[in-house]
């Protein structure tokens, strides 16, 4: 109990001096993970509207490929982003392992099946008909997806939340991949880690609560949008 | 493009879907500010229709003109569907204002929001919701969010509008106003509506043209009053509410007067008939009249039965009563002069009809219309 | 207008992705200047590299990248040409590495030792013995729980060494447990779980505070903890970057260097954690 009273108190001198390191290591931790989830956005919208919107051969394959992958252990990344990256795996000439480049590019593939599945899920869920009322308004096809993406993107409010608090939690992968270096690729789930193992508890729970806050902000600010949006 | 072009010509339309023709259209044309109402049940093939009509399915076979362009061929598909509307049964508004609603199919042509704007305006007013334009089309009622459907249609100004049921889901009250309001900026506008319900009272309140679909063919189009009077066979009758269809045999005849025998009771009609032949009398309910059965026989009808009221619904401005003259006969009877019969379960009554308000299939040879 | 929205959202996400990956991808000059260092967790859980890094950077304009791993992952990359230099301790593996050719130079840094830290109530009663291998014994008979790295690193070399030299049967045995942790982590556990493990000095002072864990056999010459620091060889791997793994190497055998850790800890343990070795002999090492 005490140790947990010590922690907060040092959470909050840590938050209050704005000491530099703890301040750049929740930056890069918002930078990554932000940067890895646009991406995983970016993909996970298209695939997902996608595989939702056509018919081809395979399709419950992919489908079930995507919902495994909702689930896809980080360190499991981790390790085959690793391999992928040494200076002499397959993209080594990249040079880009114990980068923070490395860790989004780990997050970004932890979070897209996230994205994907809910993608898939939410313009899924939509009225069958409603594709046949757009296309009779005129829309083209891509016109089409892009105003299902937006009729289903309070779910996809649920996507960012879900990509985004799946990659900043996750340890395993950053560790493997970014090589929590000082100053450099170190973020809040590696240093807390780190600081555990040097029995800094008081600087590991301050680090804890600094992440659990920015979690909570984030999906305070996404929740609101998403509360305004529904009807009164 | 002559004048005498149709807007809009199916020919030998087919559509198959999962190994079952469900959709077979020799040839269907409509001309420029015709109203045609199709009416059919459930199942018939009337959504199917308007979707391939519309471009929004891949007929199997057959094809489409527009204006006597081949669409898909000598027009584009995405170009021929701007020029056209659609409703479905189900309004399938956007999350998002009533405003942008009924600004999506003008900002999907790219239109500058400047110019959408009075558009806009000028929709939302024509069907009564220019207040309702910056709600949330989530919050919308039943009616309000049909009138918004209506409006997002009409913005873009389309050479064709195509309803599919699209007042089906709405309660009596409030489909009778809206089709009111239909039936007013249809008028007002001149457009070129294909309509397709199950709804008899909506297909008459619209309709310049009737058709009866039934199993994805076209059974018979024309005029309400011909489809209504003269209907091809028995389905057509049923479905333009010609309640009594009497099934009897030819017994005497007289030239072109006939007296078939139902049940036991003989009917006096006119029509090319054989003798001896199986025929159907069709009587629409309204045309059947009912009088105080001490009243003896007041009227100049030849075709006057003792009968006993059984089961009396109200519909609207009239009762619909089932009556037992030894087969079974509905009449409609205005509530005014429901009150002035008295009517009631049991009630003896004399119903009649006359020899002209017979229309008489004949079983064994179909009707041209 | 809607076509204008839709491309120039998609021309910010692209260009805000760009924006970010030119800003934390790292440039051709930058990987020239960069050392990947494997190492053990000791020397960062101690905290000794957050001192001397910053030093050997700011000296040689280099950039490194210390991967904190065991002793035999710090090795493996090596053999891969994963890592540019490695500083760890774990003697026998160290000169199979050197022996297979995958080392440059093997270059002595430093020494502490490891110690057998248990509960205090000490069930097994090892407590002042003077020899490792007749307390592991004496925890072998009196079947107490033993807390192992289990993880290849160093220091779980350094306990299996001991254990051959006790001659009893360890692995598989109920009482035996592998954590698979880090040294602090494993100290943790088993505090908590009231077991005995073998640790380094350095990551048991720095942790002893939040210990209930006491120092129960020290002094043997067995229990040693010996840190060399090896190039890898750019000859194996082309693209090892051999000029900032000889600059570090020579960095941390340097006068300074070894100034520094000579009075590393004095002032937060009260003794230092680590002996600067540089230039002896390990067989002189703990005389």
Wanted: charged fraction near 20%.
């Amino acid at each position: 109990m005490d140790l947990i009273l010590e922690g907060i108190k040092k959470a909050f001198w840590l938050l209050v001096s704005f000491d530099p390191e703890v301040l750049g290591i929740t930056l890069l931790s918002v930078k990554v993970s932000g940067t890895a989830t646009l991406i995983s956005l970016f993909i996970g919208i298209s695939v997902g509207a996608t595989v939702a919107l056509t018919r081809f051969p395979g399709r419950r394959l992919a489908v079930s490929l995507i919902n495994t992958g909702m689930a896809l252990p980080p360190v499991v990344v981790g390790l085959f982003v690793t391999i992928f990256l040494w200076r002499n795996g397959p993209l080594g000439v990249l040079g880009i392992l114990y980068t923070p480049l490395a860790m989004i590019i780990a997050q970004a593939v932890i979070a897209t099946p996230i994205v994907t599945g809910i993608t898939l899920a939410a313009v899924q869920q939509l009225p069958g008909k409603l594709r046949l009322q757009i296309l009779a308004l005129g829309a083209t096809r891509l016109q089409m997806v892009w105003i299902l993406v937006k009729e289903a993107r309070l779910s996809l409010l649920a996507a960012v939340m879900a990509g985004f608090g799946g990659v900043i939690s996750e340890v395993g992968a950053s560790i493997m991949v970014g090589g929590n270096i000082k100053g450099y690729s170190r973020v809040l789930t590696t240093a807390t880690v780190m600081e555990t193992g040097r029995g800094n508890f008081d600087v590991a729970i301050a680090l804890s609560i600094i992440l659990l806050l920015l979690a909570y902000l984030i999906n305070l600010v996404l929740t609101q949008v998403q509360q305004r949006e529904r009807p009164r | 493009m002559t004048s005498s072009t149709p807007v809009f010509e199916a020919r030998d339309l087919q559509v198959v879907k999962g190994g079952s023709l469900i959709l077979k259209i020799a040839s269907l044309a409509v001309s420029e500010g015709e109203i045609l109402v199709l009416i059919g049940p459930n199942g018939a093939g009337k959504s199917t229709l308007l979707q391939a009509l519309s471009a929004l399915l891949k007929p199997t076979r057959g094809h489409i003109f527009f204006r006597g362009q081949k669409i898909g061929t000598d027009i584009p598909l995405l170009e021929y569907r701007r020029r056209l509307a659609m409703i479905l049964q189900e309004p399938l508004l956007f999350d998002t204002t009533v405003f942008n609603n009924v600004a999506s199919g003008l900002k999907i042509r790219g239109m500058r929001r400047n110019e959408i704007e009075p558009i806009v305006e000028r929709a939302l007013k024509r069907f009564g919701i220019a207040h309702l334009k910056d709600r949330s089309a989530r919050t919308l009622s039943g009616g309000e969010a049909r009138r918004a459907s209506l409006a997002r249609a009409f913005a873009t100004d389309p050479e064709i509008l195509l309803l599919d049921e699209p007042f089906s889901a709405l309660d009596p009250i409030m489909r009778e106003t809206l089709i009111e309001d239909l039936e007013h900026v249809l008028r007002e506008t001149g457009i070129t509506t294909i309509f397709v319900t199950h709804d008899r009272m909506e297909a008459l309140r619209l309709a310049t043209r009737l058709g009866v679909m039934h199993a994805g063919e076209i059974l018979q189009t024309g005029s309400p009053e011909e489809v209504m009077n003269h209907p091809v066979n028995e389905f057509v009758a049923s479905l333009v509410a010609v309640e009594n269809i009497l099934k009897g045999k030819v017994i005497r005849r007289n030239g072109r007067t006939f007296f078939a025998s139902v049940s036991g009771q003989e009917i006096e009609g006119i029509g090319d008939v054989g003798l001896g032949e199986e025929v159907s009398l069709c009587i629409r309910p309204e045309n059947v009249t009912l009088s105080p059965f001490e009243s003896g026989n007041p009227t100049s009808a030849i075709n006057t039965f003792p009968g006993t009221v059984g089961k009396i619904t109200p519909i609207g401005y009239y009762r619909k009563a089932q009556l037992n003259c030894g087969f079974p006969l509905v009449a409609y009877v205005t509530n005014s002069s429901f009150n002035d019969l008295a009517l009631n379960k049991g009630t003896k009554v004399l119903a009649s009809f006359d020899t002209t308000a017979i229309h008489v299939i004949r079983e064994s040879t179909p009707t041209d219309s | 207008m809607r076509n204008m929205k839709k491309y120039s959202y998609a021309g910010f996400m692209f260009f805000s992705i760009f924006v970010l990956l030119v800003n934390l991808g790292p440039t051709a000059e930058a990987q020239e200047k960069t050392l990947i260092l494997a190492t053990t967790t000791s020397t960062q859980d101690t905290g000794l590299l957050d001192v001397l890094i910053p030093i050997f950077e700011k000296k040689t304009g280099f950039f490194v990248k210390t991967i904190a791993v065991g002793s035999g992952q710090a090795m493996t990359m090596g053999r891969k040409g994963e890592a540019d230099v490695l500083l760890v301790h774990s003697p026998a593996a160290e000169k199979q590495f050197m022996d297979d050719g995958f080392g440059v130079t093997r270059r002595l840094v430093m020494h502490n030792d490891f110690v057998l830290a248990g509960p205090d109530e000490d069930p097994a009663k090892i407590k002042g013995l003077k020899s490792a291998a007749e307390a592991l014994k004496k925890i072998a008979s009196a079947q107490a729980l033993f807390m192992s790295r289990g993880d290849n690193s160093g220091t779980h070399a350094k306990e299996k060494d001991v254990w051959k030299v006790s001659g009893v049967k360890y692995e598989g045995e109920k009482w035996y447990q592998q954590t698979g942790l880090g040294m602090g982590q494993t100290l943790n556990v088993a505090a908590e779980k009231k077991g005995y493990t073998l640790t380094d000095r350095g990551t048991y002072l720095s942790l002893a505070k939040t210990l209930k864990l006491g120092i129960l056999v020290e002094g043997d010459a067995v229990l040693l903890n010996i840190y060399h620091v090896m190039e890898v060889n750019q000859a194996k791997w082309p693209k090892v970057n051999i000029a900032a793994a000889k600059a570090f190497a020579d960095f941390m055998v340097s006068k300074e260097t070894q100034e520094i850790i000579k009075t590393f800890g004095v002032d937060k343990y009260g003794s230092p954690l680590f002996f600067p070795d540089a230039g002896k002999k390990v067989e002189d090492l703990g005389k």
